[in-house]
Nanobody, 116 residues
Framework: QVQLVESGGGLVQAGGSLRLSCATS????????WGWYRQAPGKQREFVAR???????NYADSVKGRFTISRDNAKNTVYLQMNSLKPEDTAVYYC??????????WGQGTQVTVSS
């Protein structure tokens, strides 16, 4: 079983920055990557960024060049550095542990609100 706990959300003005953290614990069979996803009110949950156990990253087009995902293996923590935030980035952000593109474990989510 894998446990994921997100933190770092909050209220920020457009153009500002936030760093989200996802503390991971436990062991999950076949987990080979971690990702960030978000869900805005009235919308489906969408992919934001992913990092594999080998360090390969990929991003949604909407956040490329603004967001950076990273992982500190010593701390078992995944980060999402978010810069140049826009009001449309407002959402609940979730951390997920995955086997390739299938997410098997989710955190509880952290709210990010970007004011214009």
């Amino acid at each position: 079983q894998v446990q994921l706990v997100e933190s770092g959300g909050g209220l920020v003005q457009a153009g500002g920055s936030l760093r989200l953290s996802c503390a991971t614990s436990g062991r999950g069979l076949n987990i080979n990557g971690w990702g960030w996803y978000r869900q805005a009110p009235g919308k489906q949950r969408e992919f934001v960024a992913r990092i594999t156990s080998g360090g390969t990253t990929n991003y949604a087009d909407s956040v490329k060049g603004r967001f950076t995902i990273s992982r500190d293996n010593a701390k078992n923590t995944v980060y999402l550095q978010m810069n140049s935030l826009k009001p449309e980035d407002t959402a609940v952000y979730y951390c997920g542990a995955a086997y390739y593109s299938s997410v098997y474990y989710w955190g509880q989510g952290t709210q990010v609100t970007v004011s214009s």
